[in-house]
DNA sequence: AGCGTGACGAACT
DNA sequence: TAGTTCGCCACGC
């Protein structure tokens, strides 16, 4: 099972809709931290890939991050596309418009 | 209990 | 413009 810190983190990926992405910042802030690496580690360490959709969270440049080889980093991106999201092999056209910020 | 590592980010050189 | 350094916090050893 994991922590509460890596609930949080699970549950703002949650919210982030079909077709939007967000960043690790984004949901540092949500959790109203600084830490965006722990935020990294907590979603490096997801349980449930499906319930966690880490192929939605991007770094803040837009590019796909330091995504393990092993999942095939390029399906990530595929997969992207097939929900909506422009993206240009690694790079996302425009982070903003795809952007999903939380509600505070 | 302390130290090092990490799917990051922003600042600096 | 690109490469490097430091800071942030959680987690494993």
């Not at 959790?31 to 939605?56: E, I, Q």
């Not at 393990?68 to 390029?74: R, Y």
């Amino acid at each position: 099972m994991s922590t509460a810190f890596q609930k949080r983190v699970y549950s703002a990926q949650k919210k982030v809709p079909r077709g939007s992405v967000t960043t690790y910042g984004m949901i540092a802030q949500y959790l109203n931290t600084n830490a965006v690496r722990a935020v990294g580690t907590a979603v490096s360490k997801n349980p449930d890939s499906l319930n966690t959709p880490c192929h939605r969270v991007v770094l803040s440049k837009g590019n796909d991050g330091d995504y393990p080889a092993e999942f095939t980093s390029h399906r990530k991106i595929k997969l992207l596309q097939e929900e909506g999201t422009e993206i240009d092999n690694v790079l996302i056209i425009d982070l903003k418009r795809y952007l999903y910020t939380f509600k505070q």
